[in-house]
């Protein structure tokens, strides 16, 4: 037996001990100063004992699905919520809505309780729920009941009412026992009396039985015969109500899959809980293969330079940490080439640049069976992942291992050819579309008085990782700008044997993740806002009045691209990028297509997501149908039930699958219509059974069943 001393703890320690307790074999529990803690039992399945000494906080055992507990004083609020299994007995009394949605189990409550006992509570199959009232209930006792059983003992033998008014509103299943006298004018709508029969003598029989060994009370004196019973009237009592706000044929709640926040964070768009949810099923390959639609680099931007967007949105850290994402992209990465998905075609499609945008579009081209021609200025493959990430971050034989994977499918890589105008005409006179994924090279520069002496930042991470280094020996060195870029060069200048390095920034820098944490430990200093005024041989001066020394400065507020080799049937927007339509990579000139940073400028994910999309959009303008821009419903926080989770044993079983149905099959088992069924992976609501009551929503794990807001997250995810 296992004793917890409460006092003081936060409820998110304290189930996580139970957990863990519960992991370790414990069967035995003993909960002391228990006060206000709620979920206490939350989601457990297990057949364990618990004596809790205080009073415990809302929905205490919610979910719950096997244990029983015993409750040394009163309860708050939802008391057995949504309860599957089990028994929960309270030796006080407790508070409103006990027995929320209970769909089996037994609750006893040796006292009176607030409003609404037993709200839709309900009974599936041979599972019938039992609350019992030991004292009396107030208005709106057994609301919208589908199922079960409620009892109200009366035990005081209260001489008027023992229940409020409302009594079974809406009752359609389930029956109401109050021990003692009921006027009709108390009956909520749909709820009539009714005669007991011999099972419901048989059922309060056993009802005295079990209360009577719980609490060491007397029940002689106590017969069937004085209570009353309540059920309902017909089927649906408020089938023809008109509800205000709400359109009864058209917002019925929605099976719809959301977007989860890490998938919503990720510019590539990865399903990741569609991902690990196939590892789960044992299916790695096809979890592999589903990557193959959305990225060529697994490991060296998803598992290694990308700065993990993904893991800064988890909603696993509202319980615990986020998943360690990156790990698992590394621990996943395929051990073979990808597939050709479609047969050889005849169109031909040239793709300008071979970086992570244009290397990303010709993937997946090639796959769809395009005559790929891909063009660069350099003789190796990946820009700027190539060129400009420090290789302490990305080592080449991290980067070649997607490399291989990608020039495995048939693309023909011209290399060391640099597209000025003329050869461009040429391109484009032997393609079908041309792509445009050469990126943003040329560094942007403010003039300063004294400037000149100002070097490119990106040209000085270029040059470390051609092996032409900067001795920066003793020297201080300041970064102007202070984005994740001027963190690699940071970090670079600190290799390089800097003595002080600071990165200046007009407004609060963008830097963050990694990249921020590495340039940080390594001590750079990082100031804003800071407004140069002027430059000369040592110092930077700025409009404050302020000086500071600057041995070697670097500027890295961005790059520009370079759109001099293309037509001018191309528009260029005012910053310099190609100008295309919100939704679409397709420029003035209809062959002509932009991704990547000559479209508009972003992370390294961001150039892989953008090329993989323009893919999308050239395949049908070559096929004839019509690009839909992929968009992302973002499944908010308040729809994950956290109770469901938490000490799972293993990493990848710590992901909540947020907004991404796994057929858990809750909404079904739940609805007290039964107005939901499902067949394969197609759910269906039967709009004539189902009543609005939004069960399905409230105990679905991961937000995939919408109660409101239904025409906005329609149109947005069918673009009606």
Request: net charge negative.
């Amino acid at each position: 037996m296992l004793t917890i001393e409460t006092k003081g703890l936060y409820y998110k320690a304290l189930n996580r001990q139970i957990r863990k307790s519960l992991a370790r074999g414990e069967k035995e529990i003993i909960l002391n100063d228990v006060l206000g803690q709620r979920y206490i039992g939350g989601g457990l399945e297990s057949t364990a004992h618990f004596d809790i000494h205080g009073t415990p906080g809302q929905d205490l055992g919610a979910f719950m699905n096997g244990p029983e507990i015993v409750v040394y004083g009163n309860a708050q609020d939802g008391v057995g919520n949504t309860m599957n299994k089990g028994r929960i007995i309270v030796h006080g009394k407790a508070g409103e809505i006990p027995g929320h949605s209970m769909r089996g189990g037994e609750l006893f409550i040796k006292g009176d309780v607030e409003y609404r006992a037993g709200i839709h509570m309900k009974e599936y199959l041979d599972s019938v729920p039992w609350l019992i009232i030991g004292g009396t209930a107030k208005d709106y006792c057994g609301e919208y009941m589908a199922g079960g059983r409620v009892v109200v003992l009366n035990l005081k033998n209260r001489k008027i009412s023992p229940v409020g008014d409302s009594v079974g509103t809406g009752i359609h299943g389930g029956a109401i026992f109050v021990r003692g006298e009921v006027k009709e004018y108390q009956l909520g709508t749909g709820a009539i009396f009714a005669q007991l029969d011999e099972s419901d003598e048989k059922f309060l029989y056993e009802v005295f039985a079990e209360y009577s060994m719980y609490f060491d009370t007397d029940m002689r004196g106590i017969a069937p015969g004085d209570f009353v019973k309540i059920t309902k009237k017909g089927h649906r009592p408020f089938a023809n109500l008109y509800t205000p706000g709400m359109n009864i044929k058209t917002d019925m709640p929605m099976h719809l899959n959301l977007t989860p926040p890490c998938t919503y964070a990720c510019p590539t768009g990865i399903p990741t809980p569609v991902f690990l949810n196939l590892i789960k099923d044992g299916k790695v390959v096809e979890a592999q293969r589903l990557m193959d639609e959305y990225t060529p680099f697994r490991m060296s931007v998803c598992g290694t330079a990308c700065p993990t967007l993904c893991m800064d949105a988890c909603n696993r850290g509202m319980i615990d940490e986020p998943l360690h994402l990156q790990e698992m992209a590394k621990e996943y990465y395929p051990d073979f080439n990808p597939d050709i998905l479609e047969e050889e075609k005849e169109q031909v499609i040239s793709i300008i640049g071979a970086g992570p945008s244009g290397l990303s579009a010709a993937w997946h081209l090639a796959r769809r069976g395009y005559r790929i021609r891909a063009y660069d200025a350099l003789n190796d493959l990946g820009g700027k992942v190539r060129k400009a990430i420090p290789r302490e971050r990305l080592s080449d034989k991290v980067l070649d291992m997607d490399i291989e994977r990608i020039t495995s499918l048939p693309i023909e890589f011209n290399m060391g050819r640099r597209v000025d105008r003329k050869m461009f005409e040429k391109i484009y006179a032997q393609s079908d579309v041309v792509l445009v994924a050469t990126g943003a090279h040329t560094g942007k520069r403010i003039e300063y008085p004294g400037g000149e002496r100002i070097r490119s930042g990106l040209q000085f991470l270029m040059d470390i990782n051609e092996g032409r280094d900067m001795d920066l020996s003793e020297k201080d060195v300041v970064i102007i700008g202070a984005g994740n870029v001027g963190m690699d060069i940071a970090c670079e200048s600190w290799r390089m044997g800097a003595k002080k390095v600071t990165a200046l920034d007009v407004q609060k820098p963008f830097a963050f993740g990694h990249e921020l944490e590495a340039a940080v430990t390594l001590g750079t200093d990082i100031l804003w806002p800071k407004f140069i005024e002027k430059l000369d041989d040592e110092k930077i001066f700025f409009r404050d009045g302020t000086e500071m020394k600057a041995d070697v400065a670097l500027f890295s507020i961005g790059e520009i691209p370079d759109t001099s080799f293309l037509p001018e049937s191309v528009l260029i927007d005012e910053k310099g990028y190609i100008m295309t339509a919100e939704k679409s990579f397709r420029s003035s000139d209809l062959k002509i297509c932009g991704c990547g940073d000559i479209r508009r400028p972003g992370l390294i994910t961001d150039a892989v997501g953008s090329g993989r999309l323009a893919a999308l959009e050239i395949n049908t303008i070559l096929t004839g149908t019509t690009f839909i821009y992929p968009e992302k419903n973002l499944v908010p926080k308040r729809q994950m039930n956290t109770l469901y989770f938490g000490d799972e044993e293993g990493e990848i079983d710590r992901c909540m699958s947020c907004g991404t149905c796994i057929f858990c099959d809750k909404c079904i088992e739940n609805c007290p219509q039964e107005a939901i069924t499902r067949n394969g992976e197609i759910f269906t609501i039967d709009p004539l059974k189902c009543t609005l009551c939004y069960t399905c929503a409230n105990v679905c794990p991961r937000g995939a069943i919408q109660a409101e807001f239904f025409h906005d997250i329609r149109e947005k995810a069918f673009n009606e």
